[in-house]
């Protein structure tokens, strides 16, 4: 799996280090939330709607995020599920051969995970991911302003 880009503003900041052309014309899509998708269960609206204001309000929704953010919601909500039925159930069952053997919402449960942080880390919703985001605190709509003599 390869490394993710850096974002152009963090690349200015810490001072090109890799010394690759900046893209001065990155796309920058209007700091709007998408519609919550109507085929996300009720479980992953609870997602949505818990965190999409959040990061509107931090200016890390854009109106181009709403399907890999539906993404995140859709793969939280189905690791709570699994999750949910391990507390429940247990996380292991006996197999006829009388062996016990790992019950297939473990698997799961961390499979979802996985694909969750992944995203969620592109959106600052983990500790050390915002720890790495810097905000415009100013009221510019130029996000990369003041960065660059």
Known sequence: MSRQAKPTALRI???NREHRPINHNEPKPQPIAPECPEWLSEGAREVWERNVGVLERLGLMTEADGDMFAAYCDFYAKYVEAS???AEKGSVTT????????????AMAQKYFDKAKSIAIEFGLTPSARGKLTVNAGDTDDEMAGLVD
């Open 13 to 15: 900041v810490e001072g």
């Open 84 to 86: 949910v039925d391990i």
């Open 95 to 106: 197999a006829q051969s009388g062996y016990e053997q790992q019950r297939a919402p473990v």
